[in-house]
């Protein structure tokens, strides 16, 4: 097996009243692409700061390449590159001189790397930082967490705010990452964001993690979305007893539902009858993610 | 709700400027008290000290009137420079009004909801007026109720009263439409505040010279008009009236202005948005050094503050000659002897006394408004965005620190060689070497200030400048009222302004120095331990 970028033992941080993560622990290998899926207020970004060091875990330990997020801060920031979820502001400065002036914190980062990003991402970096749109906002931070080539990098819902095209790009971005042997982390409560790049999901639930599978294992779940339509009247009641269909929602000649199982009830159910288009489509994350929150 | 929130946002100001009024009401009164002695001979030899002092504050102060009784000692002491507190706080609130709410993100909320323009600018200019109206009541209240068996008329204090608030809202008005000419809070503030000051100034330098009309454009001249305390509760109309007058002008400006300006930009036109249009990083070096980046941010804040402060101690030099003079000119034997034995009937400590006191004051009042800009990086994420670069704690604080300590050399040594250009002018010889050296010892203070407001700040952020504002007053009373009150010497070096002492005019006071150096570094590591402990953002 890879050695291991993050490893996260019984990682606790107690805000109280039921809020912040519990018992936290995550193996994620070298080379990764590890989704971290959650609702808003799952504990996703106060995981990320506790890896990131910015806050202190209440008990356990996190490890980011064998050195501690706490105690060894300096040395782990060296590998990782950080995207946060809330963006920092930074007033009157222009984009050119943010990643100035980051870069001369890290020290090890290449103008034409910046470049190549701000090109990829179209964004001028000439402007005033208080005039950039979110989306604006956005590429910059993703340019500070990619500028450097870090071995991982921490994505906090990195495509907030970017459109389609930009985020197929930040897709690319990565692609090439991984390529290139990078490790990536990326929490978001947005399912198909993980859906284009991940090799494995974690999904966190009101503090605790709920499962972690590969991603085809998720989605592979026997479960279809299914739309039936119907030259005459839809066999409502026959429709009802079929086992493993849920969601069951009837307009005029036309049933959807929820199949969870085999195909073959179903198929029993509607015998007889003039369909007339039937289509049945593997379940989009949301929907599997939906399940483990019912 | 909108008033709710405009409450709610002025509540650290209320309590701020209510303790700073009512401990300063009180304290003058009582030590009043305390010093002016009971007897006709005992008055009158306290008004002969008064006025001595008197004419040589002249640059910040009234001219004392009826200095035998209170009414004319808290009018002289306390209200002639209150007023100044009063117009900062005019100033720092006045600019958020008009552009703090907006950066946020806030007005665009509230617009959003359906409130008017108008009538959100309105609320936050009644609730403003309301809360100075409720703190100059209750420091008004206070001195009533510590005045003892001095005469003093509740109708007197109420006059002075409506005389403050007058100002207080000229102020405030002035901050509004400064406000609305520039895009950041801190631009606003920080020209609000000069101006201010300029103005204070202007009004300090007409009471020893004729400047003319000019002294007409500071609020300050117009309220200084005025004497209620001690004319039996007259305002001058024309003084109170032009007050009045100006405020409700600017305010309406502020108003319309912000009413008719696009959110997030200025009301002066050619301030397009323009870009460089560029995909590459800053090719200035500057910005990829420690100190030197963040200072390089801070460039055009330092240079301000650089330009007003040699300006201040050009124009109190400039007058040094005038004062001294007319000092020991004076008619009475005694106020001579005093001079002589103060040493302030020889230019060179005169030039000590004014410029190092306004120096050591002003530049805690820089450390402040860094601190507040420390604690901000914490709330608006940039100080995680530091940290997630490979620094330490270590290197953040010290950094600033730094920074801050060059920023105040710079702006020291600029004001030191104009104060020995200067008084080279007025043909008063000052001793290079102590020049130098008292305006080195000038950055223990920031020091100092600039450490407990990081150990501050990396503890509760958002009570750092509180916190530090409270140690700035704490000080300046400590200094002001130990000699009236006779209080022993360990209190007097309760005061940092105390400890860094005066250097210009006296034996260097090391053990004081030392003592400031001593609390900046303690507090700098515990800083370092606070920073490292919380969890940031928090």
Redesign the interface.
Known sequence: MKDLAIETKDLTKDYGNGRGIFDLGLRIAEGEVFGFLGPNGAGKTTTIRLLMGLIHATRGSARIFGLDCDHDAVAVKRKVGYCPGELPQFGGWRGSEVVAYVAGLRGDVKDAAITAFAERLDLDLGRKYREYSHGNKQKLALILAFMHQPELVILDEPTTGLDPLVQQEFYGIVRDARTRGATIFISSHVLSEVEHVCDRVGIVREGHLATVSPLEDLVGMRAFRVEIDFADDVPVDRLKRVEGLDQLVVTDHRATGLLRGTFEPLMAAVAGTRVVGFTSREPSLEEIFLTYYR | MLIRIALKQQTVGLIALALAGVLGGVLNALAFIQIAGTTPAERAAFAQQMTLLGAQLSYMLPVPVRIDTLSGYLEWRLFGFIVLVFAIWAAISGSGSGRGDEERGLVEQWLAAGVGRARYLITRVAVFAAIATVVIGAMQLSIFLSAGGEPLSAGELFAMGVNLLAATLCCYGIALVIAQLV??R?AAGGIAAGLLIALFLINGAGRTADIGGVRWLSPFYLFERSRPLTEGGALDPVGIGTLLGAGVVLLAIGVVTFARRDL?GTALPGTS?E??????????PL???PVL?PLR?QRIWVAAWLVGFVALSASLISITRTIVDSLTSSEVPFMRAYFERAGLSVYDSFVGVIWLSTATLLLSVYAIIQVASWSADDA???L?????????HTRVILERLATLLVAVGLITAASSVAVYIVAAGQAITLDGGRVALAAALLLTIPFAFGAIGQFVSASRPRMAVVALSAVAVFSYFIQQFVPLFGWPDWVANLSLYTLYGTPMSGDIKWAGVAGLVGIGSVATAASLVALR?R????
């Open positions: 895009t950041t801190r997030g948005r870009s460089r249009g560029t995909r590459s990083p800053s090719r200035d910005l990829r050094l980046g941010q608006e994420g940039r995680a965005t530091i940290l997630s670069a490979p620094v330490s402990r969890d940031v953002g928090a």
